[in-house]
């Protein structure tokens, strides 16, 4: 079975511009939850998606948005990109909502210039 | 105050030795998670827990909910698993993480 993979895997842009992140889950997985990891602030959470629906949320501001597609792939989308929101950006899928046993993504490394 | 504390941050040990991580939070929670992220990134899930003891090869994990503490513990340990540990607790509508045991262990 195919692990979650996620696209790009490394993304230069510059303050201002915004960014589009993608995930694929494993098969038959219809939970998707991303996360930011940072030096500072370590890992913290964004949202997480079941079946289309956003089901929690982290404590972000509304520049970070995401969305999921009924074939549970999920896009993340930042706004505005300010220097801070360089990061790695990591999702997990899952066959159940509410964290239940996630399988982590490889990450996006996004550098803000 | 973290709402979830780790001890160690960093942690070295001699191969075949006992080694215990411990997580502290502060609010209810509704389950607990330990991680491991290796050097080149990547995060995996090791165990979930909301009461008890769970056992998988070397590692144990155990949670006590009335003392909000939870212990990730792994029995002859080996260089492969140094790495970062992280505790995660799930709590109201988000998961919450802690800063991180980095494990180095010496052969």
């Known amino acids: 079975k195919a692990g979650v993979t996620q696209t790009p895997r490394y993304l230069i842009k510059t303050r201002g511009q915004q960014v589009t992140l993608s995930c694929s889950p494993i098969?038959?997985?219809?939970?998707v939850s991303w996360y930011q990891q940072t030096p500072g602030q370590g890992l913290q959470f964004l949202f997480e998606?079941?079946?289309?629906?956003?089901?929690n949320k982290g404590n972000f501001p509304g520049r970070f948005s995401g969305r999921q597609f009924s074939n549970s792939r999920s896009e993340m989308n930042v706004s505005t990109l300010e220097l801070g929101d360089s990061a790695l950006y990591l999702c997990?899928?899952?066959?159940?909502?509410?964290?239940?046993?996630?399988?982590f993504g490889p990450g996006t490394r996004l550098t803000v210039t | 105050k973290n709402e979830v504390e780790q001890s160690p941050q960093n942690l070295t040990a001699q191969e075949g030795e006992f080694i215990t991580i411990n997580c502290s939070y502060s609010?209810?929670?509704?389950?607990l998670h330990w991680l491991q992220q290796h050097p080149g990134g990547g995060i995996v899930s090791l165990f979930m827990l909301s009461s008890g003891k769970k056992k998988h090869g070397r590692l144990i994990a155990t949670i006590n909910i009335q003392e909000k503490h939870s212990s990730l513990h792994i029995t002859a340990s080996h260089p492969r698993d140094s790495a970062v540990y992280i505790c995660?607790?799930?709590?109201?509508?988000?998961?919450?993480f802690g800063a991180g045991t980095i494990l180095r262990v010496k052969s």
């Open positions: 609010v209810g929670i509704s389950a």
């Open positions: 998606y079941f079946s289309e629906t956003q089901r």
């Open positions: 997990a899928s899952s066959l159940r909502a509410n964290f239940y046993e996630q399988y």
């Open positions: 995660a607790v799930y709590e109201g509508n988000k998961l919450v």
């Open positions: 098969s038959g997985h219809r939970s």
